[in-house]
Nanobody, 121 residues
Framework: QVQLVESGGGLVQPGDSLKLSCTAS????????MAWYRQAPGKERELVAR????????DYTDSVEGRFTISRDNKKNVLYLQMNSLKPEDTALYYC??????????????RGQGTQVTVSS
C-alpha cells in the first residue's frame, strides 16, 4: 500500500521556521523525483519545490527561493522541506507528491493528504 504521510506543520509567527517531513512507503522512493505543493483557501495549488531522484537537482518557486530548502533521505524514504523566515503568505496546506519525471512535476503518481502551515502574529 502506497503512503505519503506529511508531518511538521503548525501555527507559527512571521519570521519563524518549520521543517516538514514526508514519509513514503509502498513504492520505490529513490526511483521518483519528489515535490512539495501548497494550496491556500481560494487559490490554485502551487508547486513550491522539487528535487530529483538523488538530489542532484532542486528547484523552487520564486517566492520561497532562499528561504526554503528541499532535501531527501533515500535510505529513510523521507522528503523534507525546511522553511525559514516564514511569512503570512506562506499559509497553506502543504503536501508532497511523487512524480516520475523531475521535469514534469505536475504528473505525479502519488500524493499525501497534507499538513497545515499557518503563519500569523
Amino acid at each position: 500500500q502506497v503512503q505519503l504521510v506529511e508531518s511538521g506543520g503548525g501555527l507559527v509567527q512571521p519570521g519563524d521556521s518549520l521543517k516538514l517531513s514526508c514519509t513514503a512507503s509502498g513504492f520505490p522512493f529513490s526511483r521518483y523525483a519528489m515535490a512539495w505543493y501548497r494550496q491556500a483557501p481560494g487559490k490554485e495549488r502551487e508547486l513550491v519545490a522539487r528535487i530529483s531522484h538523488f538530489a542532484a537537482s532542486t528547484d523552487y518557486t520564486d517566492s520561497v527561493e532562499g528561504r526554503f530548502t528541499i532535501s531527501r533521505d533515500n535510505k529513510k524514504n523521507v522528503l523534507y522541506l525546511q522553511m525559514n523566515s516564514l511569512k503570512p503568505e506562506d499559509t497553506a496546506l502543504y503536501y508532497c507528491t511523487a512524480p516520475r519525471d523531475y521535469f514534469d512535476p505536475d504528473r505525479y503518481d502519488y500524493r499525501g493528504q497534507g499538513t497545515q502551515v499557518t503563519v500569523s502574529s
